[in-house]
């Protein structure tokens, strides 16, 4: 059985930071493409990047240079740093393993 457990939410400042992280179990951690991704309220799930096994990574554009997305093989664990953070970052972020599993979410609210 698959699962991904976010953790690492909770409420900052804007241009404060959060690392989130999402530890798997179920599956082949360290030949999975692993993702994260986020839903603002009334808007559809979008990505936010990834990183694949061999350690490349992409990001959608509104986060480039901002967030940092890694991994730790031997954790099962992939993060994501964010800083400089925005009121318009505020979202649920999602893990996501092999573009197929999800895990439950994590809020992320980013208001003074």
């Known amino acids: 059985q698959v699962q991904l457990v976010e953790s690492g939410g909770g409420l900052v400042q804007p241009g404060g930071s959060l690392r989130l992280s999402c530890a ?15 839903q603002a309220p009334g808007k559809q799930r979008e990505s936010v990047a990834h990183i694949t ?9 509104s986060v480039e240079g901002r967030f940092t997305i890694s991994r ?16 318009e970052d505020t979202a649920v972020y999602y893990c996501n393993s092999g573009f197929k599993y999800w895990g439950q979410g994590t809020q992320v609210t980013v208001s003074s």
Do not use: C
């Not at 798997?24 to 986020?38: E, L, Q």
């Not at 730790?72 to 009121?87: E, G, H, R």
């Open 24 to 38: 798997a179990s179920g599956i082949i951690f360290s030949i999975t493409t692993m993702g994260w991704y986020r």
């Open 53 to 61: 096994s061999g350690g490349d990574t992409n990001y959608a554009g």
């Open 72 to 87: 730790d093989n031997a954790k099962n664990t992939v993060y994501l740093q964010m800083n400089s953070l925005k009121p």
